[in-house]
Nanobody, 118 residues
């Protein structure tokens, strides 16, 4: 059974930092592209950051470049999103994703709410 269990999230002030973690089980972690997506109320889900199977290979949405960092731990089967300089527009439900793009395999966590507000 595949599980993606997110932790972190909550309320943070603008300019603050927050760390999201996702623990993956039931998959061959090293084969999957791992990512974080987010969905704000009334908006479509969007990609935030992805970490490719090759260690150190990442890509980011333009709106988080320089502020967010995604890292994956192949020993612990976890992927972490470090978010700095948070803005109110970063408020959303953040979802962990595990994907095999060429095989149509896609798994999602349940999501964790991040609220950036003073």
């Amino acid at each position: 059974q595949v599980q993606l269990v997110e932790s972190g999230g909550g309320l943070v002030q603008p300019g603050g930092s927050m760390r999201l973690s996702c623990a993956a089980s039931g998959i061959n972690f090293s084969n999957f592209r791992m990512g974080w997506y987010r969905q704000a109320p009334g908006k479509e889900r969007e990609m935030v950051a992805r970490a490719l199977p090759t260690a150190g290979s990442t890509n980011y949405a333009d709106f988080v470049k320089g502020r967010f960092t995604i890292t994956r731990d192949f020993a612990q089967n976890t992927v972490v999103l470090q978010m700095n300089s948070l803005k109110p527009e970063d408020s959303a439900v953040y979802y962990c994703n595990a994907e095999l793009p060429y095989f149509g395999v896609n798994y999602w966590g349940e999501g964790t709410l991040v609220t950036v507000s003073s």
